[in-house]
């Protein structure tokens, strides 16, 4: 199974907001609300940052959206800060107790 | 403070074999399940594998099955990665990472999401 479709890079300046899409197929992303999204700097472990489409971790700040029309989910971070300048990567359950990443999306503040 | 610690990575030879081992801390580790997930170098994250907090179920990703095997030890608290007929492709930092969720009051509530990750070992298949 392919990895879910992301762009390969967005970019942003402070205070703009930006969006991530992950693409996938009825199976993965169409079939259900258990999409995740994660920030990873280089280096360093993926953090969790959205969970089932829409949820925050405790911890995490309400600038970071997450949503989902059909099979496309989407990341939204609002008020672009310097510290967003990361990897994010989408993840949805396939339903057979197995999981599928996006490419990733290297994010850049400008 | 919940945390994983994985550890027994290292250079092996294309066919050889090596064991992982992801120590948790923190949390009740007999309640969640745990996922191993690994990053090529320069690459993005690939799911590998899960298993349920009890061991009733495992699950492989094609790219593994039948090579790799995935265990835990509860009375340890430790999660383990057993890879066998290893290939050059295996070659990335292998993450351990929990099913998300918490427990209180004596009941534990999850949700399928990895909430906590360890900070990875690299392995190295090469001759």
């Known amino acids: 199974q392919s990895a879910l479709t992301q762009p390969a890079s967005v970019s942003g300046s402070p205070g703009q907001s930006i969006t991530i899409s992950c693409t996938g197929t009825s199976s993965d992303v169409g079939s259900s609300n258990l999409v995740s999204w994660y920030q990873q700097y280089p280096g360093k472990a993926p953090k969790l940052m959205i969970y089932?489409?829409?949820k925050r971790p405790s911890g995490v700040s309400n600038r970071f959206s997450g949503s989902k029309s059909g099979n496309t989910a989407s990341l939204t971070i609002s008020g672009l800060q310097a510290e967003d300048e990361a990897d994010y990567y989408c993840c949805s359950y396939t339903g057979f107790s197995t999981f599928i990443f996006g490419g990733g999306t290297k994010l850049t503040v400008l | 403070e919940v945390q994983l610690l994985e550890s027994g990575g290292g250079l092996v030879q294309p066919g050889g074999s090596l064991r992982l081992s992801c120590a948790a801390s923190?949390?009740?580790?007999?309640?969640?399940?745990m996922s191993w997930v690994r990053q090529a170098p320069g690459k993005g994250l690939e799911w590998v594998s899960i298993?349920?907090?009890?061991?009733?179920?495992?699950d492989f990703a094609d790219s593994v099955k039948g090579r790799f095997a995935i265990s835990r030890d509860n009375s340890k608290n430790t999660l383990y990665l057993e890879m066998n007929s290893l290939r050059a492709e295996d070659t990335a930092v292998y993450f351990c990472?929990?099913?998300?969720?918490?427990?209180?009051?004596?009941?534990?509530?999850?949700?399928?999401?990895?909430?906590?990750w360890g900070q990875g070992t690299m392995v190295t298949v090469s001759s």
């Open positions: 923190g949390f009740t580790f007999s309640s969640f399940g």
């Open positions: 298993i349920s907090g009890n061991s009733g179920s495992t």
């Open positions: 990472a929990k099913e998300g969720g918490f427990c209180s009051g004596g009941s534990c509530s999850g949700f399928v999401a990895f909430d906590i």
């Open positions: 089932e489409v829409t």
